[in-house]
């Protein structure tokens, strides 16, 4: 067990429609990073947060969207969604990035796992 | 994009063996982790190896890291049944994003 937690554990939607997927990091865990798992695109960073500031952009589309909460949780919503969003979406999270550049260890929840019907 | 291709793509091996997957990065890091994952759970880091180490131990994993070819490899020793994962290598670059490779799939027969 990472101490991260994810809900819900498996979400099944239909097209068009917005689900929000939801993180709590570890205990004292400032950064906060989403990801999406497909079989044909693999393992692809989305956004990580930190301490409530978007800290990093990676492969998220204009449909997506992510926030970072006073207590340190964290939503990625998806909208408008479609076939192809049909993958698992982890959260990570870090203590916090090391000065000279470096970040900490990241730790994986268990994912959501969504369909998109 | 990925920017770390591991290497070989699947891997079946019989208990007690060891076992080698390589990865293969474009540009620069700051450092180079192998992280693993049971079918469709959350992936578990294993080991980081910054770009100034060359090797680094942790139990029975061995990794490796050749700055100069851009390339790293992780050891399993002994392997067990509950090594069976798939074994992701990912490089944290400059701008800290983490990417990942495809994937080496592991299968230990007992």
């Known amino acids: 067990d990472s101490g991260v937690t994810q809900t819900p554990k498996h979400l099944i939607t239909a097209t068009g429609q917005r689900v929000t997927l939801r993180c709590s990091p570890r205990s004292g865990d400032l950064s906060v990073y989403w990801y999406q798992q497909s079989l044909d695109q693999g393992l692809q960073f989305l956004i990580q947060?930190?301490?409530?500031?978007?800290?990093a952009k990676g492969n998220i589309l204009e449909r997506f969207s992510a926030q970072q909460f006073p207590d340190l949780h964290s939503e990625l919503n998806l909208s408008s969604l479609e076939l192809g969003d049909s993958a698992l979406y982890f959260c990570?999270?870090?203590?916090?990035?090391?000065?000279?550049?470096?970040?900490?260890?990241?730790?994986f929840g268990p994912g959501t796992r969504l369909t998109v019907l | 994009s990925q920017q770390g291709e591991e290497d070989p793509q699947a891997l079946s091996i019989q208990e007690g063996e060891n076992a080698t997957m390589n990865c293969s990065y474009k540009t620069s890091i700051n450092n180079l982790q192998w992280y693993r994952q049971n079918s469709g759970r959350g992936l578990v880091h294993l080991i980081l190896?910054?770009?100034?180490?060359r090797e680094k131990h942790s139990g029975r994993l061995r990794v490796t890291l050749d700055t100069s070819k851009k390339s790293s490899s992780l050891l399993i020793t002994a392997s067990r049944a509950a090594d069976t994962a798939s074994y992701f290598c990912a490089t944290e670059s400059n701008d800290y994003k983490l990417s990942f490779g495809a994937g080496t799939t592991v299968t230990v027969r007992a």
């Open positions: 990570a999270s870090s203590s916090h990035p090391l000065s000279g550049g470096t970040t900490d260890t990241q730790y």
């Open positions: 947060y930190y301490n409530g500031e978007e800290r």
């Open positions: 190896i910054r770009s100034n180490e």
